[in-house]
């Protein structure tokens, strides 16, 4: 079946615009997580969806970051304001989250450059 | 805050080589979870571990889920070219993941 998809994969914006980063989860999966990854760097936890349970907003670096789920399955990450340390891969990934596996499936990633 | 402790940073080894990786905290974790990151992509699970003392093979992959439930390493048999790439861990507690920085597998041609 189709794997968890991002768009735009890449996306360059001047400093001080706002952004939206979308995620199509797998079908099914009822956790979705939003990460960030600066380069050659390790995974950085932004937020997490569960079902219709109120978010885990606890990774967001700032108020300029924002996410919403709609209906339980996509997703999209808002930064506003954007500044240039906020270029980075931004991953999101969906787990099933069941009692049997936390097993997390990513998308490829948007690749956001802030000039 | 939990914390996971990969080792080691980066490897060069030679094709055919075996190699070995692995992961530590003070936490205990009730799952371990191994990933392949390729450049330009999303990490890619590789291997889930879910008891201690478990001993899981993916092809020449193998990852142990240790005793103490608070380590786990990760061995590659044979390596290829295709190996190359950044090996994550991540341990789950309550309802995240939480990741080992990484360990980047570079092949010496």
């Known amino acids: 079946g189709a794997g968890v998809s991002q768009s735009p994969s890449n996306k360059v914006t001047e400093k001080g615009k706002d952004v939206e980063l979308r995620c199509d989860p797998i079908s099914g999966h009822t956790a979705l997580y939003w990460y960030r990854q600066s380069l050659g760097q390790g995974l950085e936890f932004l937020i997490y969806?569960?079902?219709?349970?109120?978010?885990?907003k606890s990774g967001l670096p700032s108020d300029r970051f924002s996410a919403e789920r709609t209906g339980g399955s996509v997703s999209t990450l808002t930064i506003q304001r954007t500044q240039q340390e906020d270029s980075a891969v931004y991953l999101c990934a969906s787990s099933p989250e069941s009692a049997y596996t936390y097993e997390q499936y990513f998308g490829p990633g948007t690749r956001l450059t802030v000039t | 805050g939990q914390q996971l402790n990969q080792s080691p940073q980066s490897m060069f080894i030679q094709e055919g080589e075996d190699v070995s990786m692995n992961c530590t905290s003070s936490?205990?974790?009730?799952?371990w979870l191994w990933y392949k990151q390729d450049p330009g992509e999303g990490p890619v699970l590789l291997i889930a571990?879910?008891?201690a003392g478990e001993l899981t093979s993916n092809g020449r992959l193998t990852a142990q889920f240790g005793i103490t439930r608070k380590d786990s390493f990760l061995n590659i048999s044979a390596s290829i070219p295709s190996d190359v790439g950044i090996y994550f861990c991540a341990g789950h507690s309550n309802y995240q993941l939480i990741w080992g920085a990484g360990t980047k597998l570079i092949i010496k041609p």
């Open positions: 969806f569960q079902g219709n349970s109120a978010p885990d």
């Open positions: 936490s205990i974790f009730n799952t």
């Open positions: 571990l879910y008891k």
